[in-house]
């Protein structure tokens, strides 16, 4: 047995008994260092794959000051499924992100360094822990290294980011895949007719407003994204562009999200340019130049407290990618999950139902999301058991 994995492992299994949560160090009155050690489950009869390991361990600082401010997360993989193929844990890892900002008052502030892309619904584009297909398709959940501005405005809210280049690449074995988030990236040798770009120039605008109607409260927004993708193998530069639609609805403990996003690049590869390869997690995989993308999240919050138990949430999450070469099969994920507090710890629970899906069922991996894969509905079981210290 890997002597580093039992010893990460130790505070995880401690976490299940002990009866008060732990939470970050204050080193002083304006920052504090924690993190976070997770396992996670996977169950998939179809592939014989039933499995509860080791997934991430998370090491994070936060600062605040009346006017300074910054953040930064590292994390760390390997030697678990789906990375059985490295020796030790860290043989995988990068940051999610990492910056430093300044507030000019508690409505304005400036980000420079590694942030979140302000596009869409926000960070998640819903509730689901496993994330959309808008996170495969670099548009959820996806960090950029550049400079951000983020203010409130009475019921408006408006981010801005210009972002010189793509995510830092941390480490592993993907040629371009070494990032939190997906991006554009450099295919790896067994991604057929895989392409070379890197993004650049990235521009990114979200602005939203906030709404009461009655009982139920929200906001709706419009984000704009455009950036430059320059190709290695032609030394010519194409184009990225996106742009979506959103509205946040909530009443009690009903909540409502939907969104609707249009995508279009135009590479500059030496071939196929209705194919753009993206990378993340130390994979790489093709994606369709040009679609739409639509989401939309229910979700339901129980009761605060059941002894241990706590922040209860049901939800259901629906993403297409509709693509627009007649012949590239659409890609579909469904799921139904739950999230809740158990104790010190979180537990997430959730039935992935894809089709044309590079990361439920087997599908074909670096082809799903382009020209596509089994074409039929896979399932599976994920759940993901956390520990925030």
Excluded: C
């Excluded at 080791?54 to 590292?74: C, H, K, M, P, V």
């Excluded at 959730?350 to 082809?367: A, C, K, M, V």
Aim: no cysteine; aromatic share 14%; hydrophobic share 35%.
């Amino acid at each position: 047995m890997n002597t580093q994995r039992v010893v990460l492992a130790l505070p995880f299994l401690a976490m299940l008994v002990q009866p008060k949560p732990v939470w970050a160090v204050p080193i002083t009155e304006n920052l504090d260092v924690g993190g976070a050690i997770r396992g996670r489950l996977d169950i998939d009869p179809d592939r014989d794959i039933s499995k509860f390991d080791f997934d991430t361990l998370i090491l994070r600082a936060d600062y605040n000051s009346e006017q300074w401010i910054g953040s930064a997360q590292y994390r760390l993989y390997g030697n678990a499924y789906p990375y059985r193929y490295t020796d030790d844990i860290g043989d995988i890892a990068f940051f999610e992100h990492a910056w430093i900002g300044y507030k000019f008052s508690p409505a304005h502030q400036l980000q420079v360094g590694q942030t979140d892309i302000p596009f869409g619904l926000g960070g998640y584009f819903g509730n689901t822990f496993f994330e959309t297909l808008g996170n495969v398709i670099g548009l959820e959940d996806t960090q950029d290294l550049g400079i951000k501005y983020v203010g409130k405005f009475d019921l408006w809210d408006f981010s801005a980011a210009y972002y010189p280049v793509s995510a830092q690449q941390g480490r592993g074995t993907s040629r371009g895949g070494r990032t939190y988030g997906t991006s554009v990236a450099s295919a790896d040798d067994y991604v057929a007719q895989g392409s070379d770009n890197e993004e650049r120039d990235i521009l990114v605008g979200r602005l939203a407003r906030h709404y009461s109607a009655g009982e139920w409260q929200g906001e709706v927004g419009l984000s704009l994204l455009s950036s430059t993708l320059h190709n290695n193998d032609t030394n010519r530069d194409g184009q990225r562009l996106a742009a979506a639609l959103h509205l946040k609805s909530q009443h009690g403990p009903l909540g409502f999200q939907t969104m609707a996003a249009r995508q279009q690049m135009t590479p500059k590869n030496p071939e196929a340019d209705t194919l753009v390869s993206f990378g993340g997690f130390d994979a790489t995989f093709n994606v369709a130049a040009k679609g739409n993308l639509y989401v939309a999240d229910v979700s339901y919050e129980l009761a605060p407290h059941f002894g241990w138990l706590s922040k209860v949430k049901i939800y259901g999450n629906y993403s297409l990618f509709d693509k627009d070469q007649k012949h590239f099969k659409d890609s579909q994920r469904a799921i139904l999950g739950t999230s809740f507090n158990l104790g010190p710890v979180w537990v997430a629970m959730e039935w992935l139902h894809g089709r044309n899906d590079p990361y439920i069922g087997g599908s074909d991996f670096t082809q799903s999301l382009a020209a596509g894969g089994s074409n039929r509905w896979e399932n599976q079981i994920y759940g993901n058991i956390g520990y925030y210290f």
